[in-house]
């Protein structure tokens, strides 16, 4: 005999150990409920197909949690199952599922034709934004790269991540980003872990270009670029890089994942986390010296 739980079979298929994203859970979740409503009014999948005049294909595919259902959708649903009542109910979920396809950004849905419009939407951020202020630990800002290191680092994502290779217009719009470096009134305030000045996922005389380059930005107006030492003493380590816009707007990525966080209590967070990181971290001078111990680990003129 089937449960009359819509929401057990989820759990006993590991449906939620297996979704990648909160809204994917929310959608599965807001399918169910439908299920629930349809067994409530006593229809099958067939039934409630007719009364609505849809494909049954597309009944299993909302059920399922495989395809997010538009606000008339989910109106014609409630008035087929005899329940408009709930149409707001549905609609609010739906609007809980939208904010959170918003916080979290796909990589596979933004790259799926390259790079270069990620590269432009990040472009159109930074002209927006007064002070961005940002945490790397593997790798070198992306305002901070020359363009070969930038071109290598393109070429490695898309042959990872299986798309569209249009890594020189990538690398042309990643450098027309920083030219937001140059702008009066602008702050870039970034702190690097410093192993990262030593993971190298380019050619010896790439990377060391690319430290040539860091060092040449200490002491530029708009820039303060400091280096957590590996030795220095910590009130919390890092777990992963994050930019902040302004008190507006957290970026975080994931393997899988882009994170927009706009959130009060979030954006306090990732302030409070670049704060004390930036107490260990060291400028200027001090900045310089540990740059070029690490220059001078590849032997390279």
């Not at 606000?71 to 409630?78: C, Q, V």
């Not at 000045?197 to 430290?211: D, F, I, K």
Request: aromatic share 8%; proline share 3%.
């Amino acid at each position: 005999m089937a449960s009359r739980n819509p929401y057990r079979r989820l759990h006993e298929a590991g449906t939620f150990h297996r979704v990648s994203t909160d809204f994917q859970q929310a959608r599965i979740v807001l399918g169910a409920r439908l299920r629930e409503l349809r067994t409530g009014a006593g229809l099958d999948g067939k039934g409630i197909a007719e009364r609505l005049g849809w494909q049954r294909s597309k009944v299993s595919r909302l059920e399922n949690g495989k395809q997010t259902p538009s606000r008339t959708d989910l109106a014609e649903w409630a008035r087929a199952v005899g329940r408009s009542d709930l149409a707001p109910e549905l609609a609010g979920r739906l609007a809980g599922m939208e904010t959170l396809e918003t916080q979290h950004r796909s990589w596979r849905r933004q790259l799926a034709g390259g790079h270069r419009a990620r590269q432009e939407l990040a472009i159109a951020e930074t002209s927006a934004t007064q002070m961005i202020r940002g945490v790397e630990v593997s790798r070198i800002p992306g305002l901070f790269q020359t363009a070969e290191y930038a071109r290598y680092t393109f070429q490695s994502n898309a042959e990872f991540r299986q798309i569209a290779k249009d890594v020189e217009d990538a690398v042309r719009a990643r450098i027309r980003r920083q030219q937001a470096l140059y702008e009066p009134g602008k702050r870039f305030r970034f702190l690097i872990w410093e192993g990262a000045l030593y993971v190298r996922t380019c050619p010896l005389e790439v990377h060391a270009s690319q430290l040539d380059r860091l060092v040449s930005l200490i002491g530029l107006d708009t820039v303060e670029p400091g280096i957590v030492p590996l030795g220095a003493q910590l009130r919390r380590t890092p777990s992963h890089g994050y930019w902040i816009y302004d008190q507006r707007l957290v970026i975080v990525e994931t393997i899988s994942t882009e994170m927009w966080l706009d959130d009060e209590d979030s954006i306090r967070l990732y302030e409070r986390a670049w704060e004390w990181l930036a107490e260990s971290a060291v400028y200027g001078h001090q900045a310089h010296r540990v740059i070029g111990r690490a220059r001078a680990s590849l032997d390279v003129r």
